[in-house]
Structure formats: C-alpha cells, structure tokens
C-alpha cells in the first residue's frame, strides 16, 4: 500500500502560482503512443506552467555518476538513481553504504534544475515508483520535490476533472532532455545516458534488476571486492513495472516501448541545453 497524494497535487494546484510537472521516462510504457503524444496538453490542461521529462535530469545524474565511479574505480560503486535500492543498501546491508554513488536521483536533479531557474516553482514529480514518495521526504532531497504522484494517481486526476486526452491536440514538452537520458528507466540506461559501456559481457559494468539479482550482486561484491560499477533498479527490468503503473506491466513489452521512443525522439544536436547546478551529495544512513 502507498499514500495517495492527489489532493495534495490539488491543493499545490489550487493554491496558485508557478508549477511545473516532471514526467518519469517510463511514461512510454504506461500508455499507447496516441496518448502519450497527448499526455502534456492533458497536463497543461490541470493548470501546470511547466512540463517536461525527468529524463533532463538523469542527463546530469548520469554525469556525476561517472565523475564519481572514476574517481573511485578500484572499489565497487552502487549506482543511486533508485530510492528502492538506496533503501535496501541502509536497511539490510549498512555496511555498504560508503559504496553507493554520493548523488541524487533524476527527480531530485530535475526538480533543482527547474528551481534554479524559477525559485518560486512548485514541483510534481509524476512516475511509476512509490518509494520516490518517501524519497521526496529524506534529508537530502532538501525540498527540491513538493508533491509525488504515480501515472496511476494522474489517470483518477485526469478523471476526476474531466480530462480525456482523446479530445487534446498533441503537444511537445518544455524542454528536451540531453543525449540518450530517455534509456534511462531500463538496465543499462544510465550507462547509456553516461557514454560508458552497455555490453553485457563488460566486466567493469553490471545493470541488474529485481530484488533477487540486486542481493546476488551485492552478496558477490561483499564476498569478492573489486571495481564495479553497479547499476542497480528494483523493479523487473527497471521502472518500467513499477507498482503505480496504471496497468499491470509486461516487463519486456515495457522496455520495448521506452527503447523505442527513446530511439524515435532523440534530441537534435542544436537544441539547446540547459546546464544545472550539480545534482549534490546525499546523506549517510546515519
């Protein structure tokens, strides 16, 4: 069970002033491409000022990370774009915590790239993952985040203010995030967004996903350390089947849908980007 946060969104909504909604990359898993192509006009359309993928945030995180793992390459390097795994690391295996990556996660980056250039936004992060709920409250997420909505939640939203995005034009977002940043929500993506190697016989690379490989790897690495960068997602191949999907997810048919809009919407080389102030260090368990 999770917290449903749609009043909170109303009432940040209600309140006024300027907000802007950051959409998760796995969105292309969570509806047909006639929708998503609709899904900013129906964001628009509840009264957001801003709206934009989350992917322009991974960009800066998956640059960090590598900054980071380079500096650190003869020790494993646990990658933190994922508050599931973040979590597991300080409950279950505390003693790794000095491994994970000192950097936040792209909904923390995005939300300070957003408020570098507005102070006075307002910030819904909006995706598949109900631990970015408790993420938004930790110590060094320093308020970047206001309100976390699932793609479930957004779906009763839209229903409940009359919202069919079949009557909506088609829109773009905001702005456009940098490089390969959409591959981010499958195994592989932040290494992908980072320019490092993606083969899976790289022996300085893991991309894992589940609860059962994260333990294996991380068991692996406690027994036998070495340099490894660990890129780590809770969920079954990624966020593309995590738990506030608006439907029951098919793992590979989910992943299939974001390799492909990630492959079909690249940005071109003379758009504009936006550089953001650093994604930051986060706290210890302690």
Known sequence: TYRNDVEHAVRLMKAGGWLAASLAPAFAAAWPDWE????????RS??????????????????KTVEDASAHGGRPNICTACPAVVQYVEQYVPDMVDTLVPCVSP??????????????AKVVFIGPCVAKKSEMERLDSDGAVDCVLTFA??????KREGIDPAKLEESGFDEEPAGASRFFPV????????????????LDVAAVSGVEEITHILQSVREHPRGLLIEPLFCLQGCVTGPGM???????TGRAEVLEYARRRRPSPSAEI????????????A
Request: aromatic share 8%.
């Open 36 to 43: 998503r192509r609709r899904v900013a006009s129906a964001l």
């Open 46 to 63: 509840l009264g957001f000022s801003y709206v934009a993928e989350t992917a322009v945030g991974a960009y800066f995180v998956a640059r």
């Open 107 to 120: 909904m923390i980056a995005h939300a300070r790239h957003i408020k570098a250039k507005r102070p006075d």
């Open 153 to 158: 939640e957004l779906d009763e939203w839209f």
């Open 187 to 202: 195994p592989g993506g932040l290494a992908r967004t980072g320019a490092m190697s993606t083969d899976l016989l790289d």
């Open 246 to 252: 608006p439907h029951e997810a098919n793992a590979y």
């Open 274 to 285: 936006v550089d953001a102030p650093a994604p930051g260090a986060r706290l210890s368990a």
